[in-house]
């Protein structure tokens, strides 16, 4: 089966819900590549995997790794890599500049980027030239800074307009489908009814094209659990334990049997005449 392309994935809209998935290693992409239309390599890695308060560090270089590790361990899912906090805001200039750098140096599928209207010349600048966007509106991790911590948009009706103006900018400007993060449900399946690309929900609503967790809050290997997240297995735990037993049986000296070291060679004794 040949790798699902961001044509493949707006097609999906309103026919069958988008499976996404965040992947940062080549491990992971492994083990999901088969159960996810879509991976993101996030840039919540900052967060997950380098222990950063926000994502606003992260930088180009670490995106184009982790990018590269995912898309070499995957050959079915459409891989769509984070622009990181400020690699593309400045200008449509730079923005082309560093978006086709992820785009040759990891060969993933789309980049995606965080804003609406604000963010409208750029995603027309990068489609019109052949790069592929996924927006991300609502919950801008971000701008985590500017809105003073993690908020949930659109609880109050009179907010809904902005973000609905958002989605339609981007399906304006070309984006092939968005991230709907943090907003109030009725509010999620409003832009999901008006827009023409696929919703992506995290945190949103059942209502949306697809959905997004961060595989780490699914399966149990980070601390926060917000309201949205659910975790399907505690592999943190599982890990956990064999720790424990494997600390023991060193300090017991039970591991390693004879099973996992290695013997000598057989020498071959000739006999004189
Ligand atoms: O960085 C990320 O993992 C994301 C998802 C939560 C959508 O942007």
């Given at each position: 089966m040949k790798r699902k392309s961001v044509i493949d994935i707006k097609e999906m809209k309103s026919k069958t819900p988008i499976v996404c998935l965040t992947a940062y290693t080549a491990t992971i992409g492994r083990v999901l590549d088969e159960e996810a239309d879509l991976l993101l390599v996030g840039d919540s890695l900052g967060m997950v995997?380098?222990?950063?308060?926000?994502?606003?560090?992260?930088?180009l270089q670490q995106m184009i790794n982790h990018s590269q590790a995912v898309v070499r361990s995957t050959s079915r899912a459409c891989i769509v890599t984070d622009m990181p906090f400020g690699t593309y805001e400045e200008s449509v200039d730079v923005a082309f500049k560093n978006a086709a750098k992820v785009m040759k140096e990891t060969h993933c599928s789309a980049i995606k980027i965080e804003g609406g209207q604000n963010m409208f010349d750029t995603v027309k600048y990068l489609t019109g030239r052949g790069i592929p966007v996924m927006g991300h509106i609502g919950l801008q991790p971000q701008s985590v800074l500017v809105d003073g911590g993690y908020k949930i948009k659109?609880?109050?009706?009179?907010?809904?307009a902005k973000f609905i103006d958002d989605a339609k900018a981007l399906e304006e400007a070309g984006a092939f489908s968005v991230v709907l993060e943090g907003m109030a449900e009725p509010l999620a399946a409003e832009i999901t009814e008006l827009v023409s690309i696929p919703t992506i929900g995290i945190g949103a609503?059942?209502?949306?094209?697809g959905q997004i967790l961060v595989t780490e809050d699914m399966v149990g290997l980070t601390d926060i659990s917000p309201k949205f997240v659910k975790q399907y297995i505690n592999i943190g735990e599982l890990i956990k334990d064999a720790a424990v037993q494997y600390r023991k049986e060193v300090i017991s000296r039970e591991f390693p049997t004879k099973n996992h070291v290695y013997g000598m060679t057989p020498t071959i004794v000739k006999k004189e005449k």
């Open positions: 995997l380098y222990d950063h308060e926000n994502t606003l560090s992260v930088t659109g609880r109050n009706k009179f907010d809904w609503s059942s209502k949306c094209d």
